[in-house]
């Protein structure tokens, strides 16, 4: 079977990462090739691709899409659903990795006639859609996470945050700041540079005295995924509305990592309860304590519990599964 993997991210990101890493799996059955429409960070998208140069890249034309002869079309469309009508392969599939029913350009009921199935991460992602609907064409499947090697035990002193400021806000990020001892310090690793618009004055002093002082870090993206991970002791990931189920909390939690999530009903659906897993509304006193007292004995049951019930080729099997079915 022929099949492309269209997004209209392209970016950097969880997404992307989880649409190559099924591009590379699926390339071991199939001839699946991948484009994407665009991308606001050039050299590093470019860079990513290079881990994935066994993954086959087709060009963003529409022209050459639908005259490539593809038997199937996955579609990940975050911005519009214009692809649904510019690109007329007769199969086609949405993966969906947002929350739908917050985002500008929603799939609704009526754009599933263009749809043989959809493919989505979390419940929350389609529950406005009928529940029989649900049953005859979505696909409820675990995430696919990038971690391909064995994770250590290391101390860095530094939280991560991974995805700028829509997925960690300047105010709470410089919360943890403060609160955290003075060796100790915030890595935000994003695809736009660090930005203090929208301070108030006191914490505008507050962000330039941490920037000065090497303890608030804004990074470029960092491609490697062993890198990153050696790179921060906890992960803060507390986006105000959600993006689905993100990828990076299942890398650091497979990594032994503690993360600190919003208290949105998807997190706490996906993740409560979970070993390592606190959310931002607990004192954070007691976040900091957990985060500077993590040792090899938290790294390894943390690990193992989210491992346990995470088998990385199973969800590939699941993925392939539900595309061929």
Not at 244 to 273: E, F
Not at 288 to 313: I, M
Request: glycine share 8%; proline share 5%; hydrophobic share 40%.
């Amino acid at each position: 079977m022929r099949i492309l993997i269209y997004s209209q991210q392209g970016d950097v990101g969880g997404s992307t990462r989880l649409l190559l890493n099924l591009a590379r799996y699926l390339g071991r059955y199939h001839a699946v090739y991948v484009a994407f429409a665009g991308t606001s960070t050039h050299g590093a998208t470019s860079a990513l691709l290079q881990h994935f140069s066994d993954v086959q890249r087709v060009a963003n034309s529409a022209r050459a899409i639908n005259d490539a002869g593809y038997d199937l079309a996955l579609l990940h469309m975050p911005f519009s659903l214009e692809p649904l009508d510019r690109l007329t392969i007769r199969r086609k599939f949405a993966v969906v990795m947002e929350m739908v029913d917050l985002h500008p350009i929603p799939l609704k009921e009526e754009h599933c006639g263009q749809l043989e199935r959809i493919l989505y991460l979390h419940p929350e992602q389609m529950e406005h859609f009928p529940a029989e609907l649900r049953a005859a064409r979505c696909r409820l499947l675990p995430i696919i996470n990038n971690i391909e090697f064995e994770p250590e035990h290391v101390k860095t002193r530094y939280l991560g945050a991974v995805g700028g400021a829509h997925k960690t806000g300047l105010e709470e990020a410089l919360r943890f700041v403060a609160a955290l001892p003075q060796e100790y310090g915030l890595r935000i690793w994003s695809g736009r540079e660090l930005t203090l618009q929208g301070l108030s004055p006191p914490q505008l002093r507050e962000a330039l005295a941490g920037i000065g002082a090497g303890r608030l870090v804004g990074l470029p993206v960092e491609i490697d995924m062993r890198i990153l991970m050696h790179s921060f002791d906890a992960l803060l990931h507390t986006p105000r509305h959600g993006n689905g189920t993100s990828v990076v909390v299942s890398d650091a939690l497979y990594c032994g990592k503690p993360v600190i999530l919003s208290p949105l009903p998807a997190y706490k659906q996906a993740y409560g309860g979970a070993e390592g897993v606190f959310f931002a509304t607990d004192p954070v006193s007691d976040l900091v304590r957990r985060v500077v007292n993590w040792g090899e004995a938290d790294f390894r049951r943390t690990s193992n519990a989210y491992r346990a019930g995470y088998d990385r080729e199973q969800v590939l099997r699941q993925w392939r599964g539900a595309i061929e079915e």
